[in-house]
């Protein structure tokens, strides 16, 4: 499937910014120019800043225009986060060679997890581990659990997310490279049907200094 014109264009700006082509503190070309220089409508030029600014890459300063971050943010509960996949969100953060590898198995559920997805200690969850490499240097890994039977967050009406930093799991250690000692950025997330059935469980770490900060956005009922 084609993807969608403002994607394309916000993923370029997104890799010249990662690569330092656009560095801190620039300005962007205007909204006209954009338009001028992809032929499409300024409508697209608009989604493009737009997912541009909920992946933290741009700011607007009224009257003046759109200029390139100091540090990257980590936009979460953006739905182009959430529901695209991994390649997607770091090919769109870098212009560097991004690779990700998942692994799946079975496992059997912990107290913890068992208490989350209402099942018996010693049920069968699915369990994925995703784990992304930059240029060879890792740069997040995560492990995904679902009742057997699920797949995706298809029938999801709710995402609850924790973040801190913590002194990650052994095999997150090991894969981040991290020393003795260090914390890392870590997120955990549960997404819910709307009759409050946990559909997925998933902790992700990432190196303590990959993002400035995360930011989370929502939509607030008028």
């Known amino acids: 499937?084609?993807?969608?014109?403002?994607?394309?264009?916000?993923?370029?700006?997104?890799?010249?910014?990662?690569?330092?082509?656009?560095?801190?503190?620039?300005?962007?070309?205007?909204?006209?120019?954009?338009?001028?220089?992809?032929?499409?409508?300024?409508?697209?030029?608009?989604?493009?800043?737009?997912?541009?600014?909920?992946?933290?890459?741009?700011?607007?300063?009224?009257?003046?225009?759109?200029?390139?971050?100091?540090?990257?943010?980590?936009?979460?509960?953006?739905?182009?986060?959430?529901l695209e996949s991994a390649e997607s969100t770091f090919d769109g953060e870098s212009s560097s060679t991004v690779q990700v590898e998942r692994f799946s198995d079975t496992v059997v559920a912990t107290a913890e997890l068992a208490d989350?997805?209402?099942?018996?200690?010693?049920?069968?969850?699915?369990?994925?581990?995703?784990?992304?490499?930059?240029?060879?240097?890792?740069?997040?890994?995560?492990?995904?659990?679902?009742?057997?039977?699920?797949?995706?967050?298809?029938?999801?009406?709710?995402?609850?997310?924790?973040i801190a930093d913590r002194l990650p799991t052994p095999s997150h250690a090991e894969w981040l490279r991290a020393t003795p000692g260090d914390l890392v950025k870590t997120v955990h997330q549960k997404f819910s049907a709307a009759d409050g059935r946990v559909l997925m469980v998933s902790d992700i770490s990432y190196p303590r200094d990959r993002y400035e900060s995360f930011v989370f956005r929502m939509v607030l009922d008028s």
């Open 1 to 82: 499937m084609t993807e969608p014109a403002y994607v394309s264009i916000a993923g370029e700006y997104a890799r010249k910014i990662r690569g330092e082509e656009l560095p801190a503190g620039i300005q962007l070309p205007s909204y006209a120019e954009i338009a001028s220089r992809y032929g499409v409508s300024d409508i697209v030029v608009r989604k493009a800043i737009e997912l541009l600014q909920n992946q933290g890459l741009v700011h607007a300063i009224r009257r003046r225009g759109v200029f390139v971050t100091a540090q990257p943010n980590l936009v979460r509960v953006s739905p182009e986060r959430q």
């Open 116 to 162: 989350a997805f209402s099942v018996e200690p010693g049920a069968t969850l699915s369990h994925v581990v995703t784990r992304a490499s930059e240029d060879a240097r890792p740069i997040s890994i995560s492990d995904t659990f679902q009742p057997e039977g699920f797949s995706g967050i298809a029938g999801a009406k709710f995402l609850e997310e924790t």
